[in-house]
């Protein structure tokens, strides 16, 4: 599966983004699909996840302002994100698994396929 991110681009705080993860070559709803973050000079986090298509998760300091969706119709998973601050920065990264297990559901190296990432930046 090919994935392709976007959507990113500057904001001022407070305000909301969506960023979209088109899929190509298979079906978001035979994968559990992911999304994570890089900031400059930090390692690439877990934001949130689809599990096997039904059920969501999130970095627990983001519960509450981001949101993953899908559309299978459309083979798209978004990531809504609210109430932006300037430390959401980062490249965004989108990923899939066709194997995932709970128990790695946060581990960047359980996600077979990824796309390019689209750079968010929120600064006023």
């Known amino acids: 599966v090919q994935l392709q991110a976007s959507g990113g681009g500057l904001v001022q705080p407070g305000s909301s983004l969506r960023l979209s993860c088109t899929a190509s070559g298979g079906a978001v709803s035979r994968y559990s699909m992911a999304w994570f973050r890089q900031a400059p000079g930090q390692e690439r986090e877990f934001v949130a996840a689809?599990?096997?298509?039904?059920?969501?998760y999130y970095k627990d300091s983001e519960k509450g302002r981001y949101t993953i969706s899908k559309d299978n119709a459309k083979n798209t998973v978004y990531l809504q994100m609210n109430s932006l601050k300037p430390e959401d920065t980062a490249v965004y990264y989108c990923a899939a698994s066709s194997r995932l297990i709970l128990s790695s559901l946060r581990l960047k190296d359980a996600y077979g396929y990824w796309g390019q990432g689209t750079l968010v930046t929120v600064s006023s």
């Open positions: 689809i599990f096997r298509g039904t059920t969501s």
